[in-house]
């Protein structure tokens, strides 16, 4: 629409038959000139703060809306709709202006008056009528009721070599083959006794010259206002062809069923051939990894040995070409079995975001040390049931996201690799989930693209290649993604990167047997992160906690946010800094921070990777279990704000120990308190033995849980340390026997986890467990978390109800209301074309930021800040008003994380009016 400004005087003149001026804002009548009242049949009275909309057609009213938007100020032409009923042709523009101190639209309306319209419609129409019947590349008739050419257009003239006199004086089975009538007079019968409103069919069509032409046929019958049939219009078109090419094609039928039966044959042979090879390759494979686990088990056993430096390093060449080995031949084993087809997939309950963490976790010390971030994250609703609960393959499934991450990795040297699971959709019984792995790396040729998923086929087949590998991993990740029912995708430019992505629709478990984590009452957090991903993954991450989250991308923007929320008196109760957001002077930066504490957030988080060096003077400041190492996970993060929530008045949550406090002394820690550790792994057991014992407690082990249970029948303990995986009988096992003996109804039971996963979580708390810790052991954690839970353990025996509070919906829907008039159909229609056009318009936005032209990015937001706003979408208009400022000053910089901050918001709309709809 024009932006320019300007100021509306509304005439009040009765001379205005012609045209009318209609002043409103936000879908309600402010003021009309009274042309428009007597075009309408309504009084001026009437017409103030009535919807506009009801003025339109009710048919017109959606393509009108659409029409507005894309007009851009310019006319467009509607259907006008009075008071009686009477619809006439309109042309409206609109523009917005300035009226009395506020921004209002203003539509110019220019037509016939009702009373005398109707004639030049009618004459107006017939003309548009007329050079579409004779400009249509389809032969076109209208007959009569007994099949009279009434008219004929230059096409079925062309069509049948007749003159249209000639033809005028024709009927419809003059022209036909008695057998062809006789069929199409059936029809035509339906038609008049209103069986059906139109019918197709193939007929023959006597040519001028003698021969036959075939029409594919389509013909409806017209009535008049009272009900009573007119006449027929059909469409025709010459397919003479196509039948000419369906005879030919007959005629070797006969001679293509013969060469397919010895096809089949031949196939069937060929079929038993493969399945022979594959039958070979996975038996041979078998063979092959018999003794090579035995030679790993060997060199294992080896090395455990007494070995001087040479003899070490034997055993670690060994060790790194066995294992070499055996990843070519579990390549080579699944390949057989899927060619083969002897592989089958299971189907069991997972959690998908255990699946993604535990992908990731075998891949971060690998991006550590390339200098390449990873990032991962699943993109769910909080409380959404299938993320916790789905049924399918999660062995299968990890598999190829392990492959995709892999490859990933290899080709990446600068730069991330992010890993996304995205909830497409999801319903009572089944979840679609897509899948993407993106990386900066080197990329893909174009020509090789469609070769990578071939078997034993490389991206770079040279014999100078820099990367190793078979050739088989995607080719298995592509199969084992179409078993699953999906289809793995790629595109990828040179030099810029890569994108792996599938969709795997799972069924949901019959009974979600864990709790929800989520907190109660969405606490404020604040991210710093430089990185428009990493902003993207932890946003994801917390508000899928329940929790209401902003971002920034520098120190200065994270100062202007403190500051402002200290002028508010209202602090972030959370604050994540990403450790290099931090600049070159961190400990400068943490120190602003430190002082920023109390008054304008309440706690600190600050992610940290391993190369981050250990005498870094700001990082020792913060070392605490509030120092989290990256990539961080999900139920770190729950547990960290969920035990700094509980401990509220606690010492540990003072802001003065978070900077200055040794961690390792702990003044008022319990002396000699006796604790059971319960770790089959011998390295674990001296690890957490002498942690425990430096922070004063008397420690006994127990290498699996029937020990455990043997020796928790002779002493008493003040706390247990359980481990998850054990021989003989696991954590889970041994907790639920804990619980089920009253003499240990109040023992603290903490599971110690080599994966900090939210199913790990859940699991541990459905089988009795208190709370759990993750491996490899941190000394702050492991000592704040035993001392915590000896010292409160009558009142932190269980967790507390985590249920979230409904959070403010993003629609404000008592204004919604009032301007459509409470009147819910209406509200539904304008919902509905909402629904429909959003995501069309931000698919385009999304191109124009990707194209940077500043141009359409301030176009695509103008229209969606319009019509989110007649929604009352407040938050989400107001993020489209940000983005054409951006378009507006060319400032195309800020634009990508705009637009995730949009999509966010969007989502929270979209789900909030597909409720209100139904």
């Not at 049949?41 to 659409?66: C, D, H, M, T, W």
């Not at 007494?306 to 055996?326: N, P, R, S």
């Not at 008054?599 to 509030?626: C, M």
């Amino acid at each position: 629409m024009n932006e320019n400004v300007q100021t509306v005087m509304v005439p009040q003149r009765d001379d205005l038959a012609m045209d009318a001026i209609i002043v409103y804002e936000n879908n309600r009548i402010i003021n009309v000139s009274p042309g428009a009242a007597k075009l309408f049949g309504y009084s001026v009275e009437a017409l103030q703060k009535k919807n506009p909309l009801k003025l339109i057609a009710p048919e017109f009213r959606r393509k009108a809306i659409q029409s507005e938007v894309a007009s851009q100020g310019k006319a467009f032409e509607t259907i006008g709709f009075s008071q009686t009923g009477t619809r006439f042709l309109i042309g409206v523009s609109i523009r917005r202006v300035s009226w009395q101190g506020q921004f209002v639209k203003v539509a110019t309306v220019v037509t016939a008056s009702p009373e005398t319209s109707g004639d030049r419609d009618l004459e107006g129409c017939e003309k548009r009528f007329q050079r579409a019947f004779d400009a249509a590349s389809l032969g076109m008739t209208i007959t009569s009721l007994d099949g009279q050419f009434l008219e004929v257009n230059p096409a079925l003239l062309e069509m049948l070599g007749y003159r249209k006199q000639e033809l005028l004086a024709k009927k419809v089975p003059d022209l036909t083959p008695p057998e062809d009538w006789r069929m199409e007079n059936n029809f035509w019968r339906r038609l008049l006794r209103g069986k059906q409103r139109s019918f197709q069919l193939e007929k023959r069509f006597h040519h001028r010259e003698g021969h036959s032409i075939w029409v594919a046929l389509n013909t409806s019958i017209t009535h008049d206002e009272n009900g009573l049939p007119l006449f027929f219009v059909s469409q025709y078109q010459d397919i003479t062809g196509q039948k000419q090419l369906g005879d030919n094609l007959r005629q070797s039928a006969t001679e293509i069923a013969r060469k397919n039966i010895e096809l089949d044959k031949a196939l069937a042979v060929a079929r038993d051939a493969a399945q022979a090879k594959g039958e070979f390759l996975a038996n041979m494979s078998h063979e092959i990894r018999t003794p090579l686990n035995g030679i790993i088990g060997m060199s294992d056993l080896l090395q455990e040995t007494k070995l001087d430096v040479e003899q070490e390093d034997f055993v670690g060449t060994i060790q790194h070409c066995a294992d070499t080995l055996l990843n070519l031949v579990n390549d080579i084993l699944d390949f057989s079995k899927i060619e083969a087809r002897k592989l089958e997939l299971e189907v069991i309950d997972f959690d998908l975001q255990a699946v993604i963490e535990n992908v990731t976790d075998l891949f971060t010390h690998q991006a550590l040390e390339k200098k390449v971030d990873l990032y991962f994250y699943v993109a769910a609703e909080k409380h959404c049931p299938p993320i916790n609960a789905l049924r399918g393959d999660p062995h299968r499934l990890q598999q190829v996201l392990v492959n995709l991450i892999s490859n990933a990795l290899k080709f990446t040297e600068v730069g991330e690799v992010t890993l996304s699971a995205q909830i497409v959709s999801h319903d009572e019984s089944e979840t679609r989930v897509n899948f993407t792995v993106r990386d900066t790396g080197i990329g893909i040729r174009p020509e090789k693209l469609n070769l990578i998923f071939e078997s034993f086929t490389q991206a770079d087949g040279s014999t100078t290649r820099q990367y190793g590998g078979t050739g088989l991993g995607l080719t298995i990740s592509k199969q084992l993604v179409e078993l699953m029912g999906g289809k793995l995708r790629v595109q990828s430019a040179v030099g810029i990167g890569s994108t792996f992505e599938f969709e795997v629709l799972f069924q949901n478990a019959s009974t979600v047997a864990k709790q929800v984590i989520a907190f109660e009452s969405a606490p404020h957090t604040l991210i710093l992160h430089e990185k428009s991903i990493g902003r993207t993954a932890l946003t994801a991450m917390l508000n899928s906690l329940g929790m209401a989250v902003e971002s920034v991308s520098s120190l200065n923007g994270l100062l202007n946010k403190l500051n402002e929320a200290a002028r508010a008196n209202n602090p972030y109760d959370w604050l994540i800094c990403d450790f290099p957001a931090l600049g070159k002077q961190p400990a400068n930066a943490l120190e602003t921070l430190a002082q920023q504490m109390g008054r304008s957030v309440k706690w600190l988080v600050v992610l940290t990777d391993r190369t981050v060096k250990s005498d870094e003077p700001a990082l020792l400041q913060l070392s605490s279990p509030l120092c989290l190492s990256k990539p961080v996970k999900q139920s770190q993060l729950f547990e960290a704000f969920r035990a700094r929530t509980i401990d509220e008045t606690a010492k540990a949550t003072n802001t003065t120990n978070l900077r200055s406090a040794d961690p390792n002394l702990a003044n008022d820690r319990p002396s000699g308190a006796r604790i059971l550790l319960v770790e089959d792994n011998a390295v674990n057991q001296r690890l957490a033995v002498t942690l425990l014992q430096k922070a004063g407690h008397q420690v006994e082990v127990a290498k699996n849980g029937r020990i455990a249970l043997e020796l928790l029948e002779q002493e008493s303990y003040a706390l247990v340390l359980m481990d998850i995986q054990m021989p003989e009988m696991d954590g889970f096992e041994a907790t639920k026997r804990i619980r089920e003996k009253n003499n240990h109804p109040r023992l603290p039971i903490i599971a110690m986890t080599a994966n900090a996963l939210s199913g790990d979580y859940e699991r541990c708390i459905a089988a009795g467990m208190d709370d759990y810790i993750t491996k490899p052991l941190k000394v702050n954690e492991l000592q704040s978390t035993v001392r915590r839970w000896i010292e409160e353990k009558q009142e932190e025996a269980s967790l507390p109800d985590m249920v979230t509070a409904p959070a403010l919906p993003p629609v404000e829907i008592e204004k919604l209301r009032q301007l459509t008039d409470n009147d819910e159909e209406f509200l539904c229609e304008l919902v509905t074309l909402y629904l429909e056009d959003a995501p069309v318009r931000l698919e385009k936005l999304r191109q124009a930021i990707a194209s940077a032209s500043a141009t359409e990015i301030k176009a695509e937001a103008h229209g969606l800040k319009g019509a989110t706003g007649n929604l009352s979408a407040n938050e989400l208009q107001n993020l489209f008003a940000q983005m054409e400022r951006l378009g507006a000053n060319n400032d195309l910089s800020k634009t990508p994380d705009l637009f995730s901050e949009i999509e966010l918001e969007y989502a929270r709309v979209e789900k909030y009016l597909r409720g209100l709809i139904g």
